[in-house]
């Protein structure tokens, strides 16, 4: 079973009008990077995600209704964002997993090639 989430990288308040209520300095852009954990291994991603939305109205802004101002904000937010290098972590039970196979292959090479009999 692999899950996949998301985790917040940064949060930064927009000094930009809500397209919805018309607010000022309301409006929130987080960023978030894809992580994936399952049964072997925890994996960061390189996928991030942003999402806009408006403390003062609660709602969450999508890209259609962004204006030029709020686009720019954000594509600047963007290029300032520092994401974290993808990486992969083996948990202990893939460990075990990769140590009996290579058990395995080398002791039936050692019986293949005759070295290693009963």
């Known amino acids: 079973m692999s899950a996949s989430r998301f985790f917040t990288l940064k949060e930064a308040r927009l000094s930009n009008n809500c397209p919805e209520c018309y607010s000022n300095d309301s409006l929130e852009v987080v960023f978030k990077q894809k992580f994936i954990e399952n049964t072997f291994y925890k994996a960061i991603t390189a996928e991030t995600v942003n999402e806009l939305h408006c403390l003062n109205c609660d709602t969450q802004i999508f890209p259609i209704r962004w204006t030029d101002d709020i686009e720019s904000v954000?594509?600047?937010?963007?290029?300032?964002?520092?994401?974290?290098?993808?990486?992969?972590?083996?948990?202990?039970?893939?460990?075990?997993?990769?140590?009996?196979?290579?058990?395995?292959?080398?002791?039936s090479a050692l019986f293949a090639t005759e070295i290693f009999s009963f």
Do not use: E, F, H, M
């Not at 974290?84 to 002791?107: D, M, Q, Y």
């Open 74 to 107: 954000v594509d600047y937010q963007k290029r300032a964002l520092q994401p974290k290098p993808k990486s992969i972590k083996l948990k202990p039970i893939s460990w075990i997993l990769i140590i009996t196979i290579l058990v395995l292959i080398i002791v």
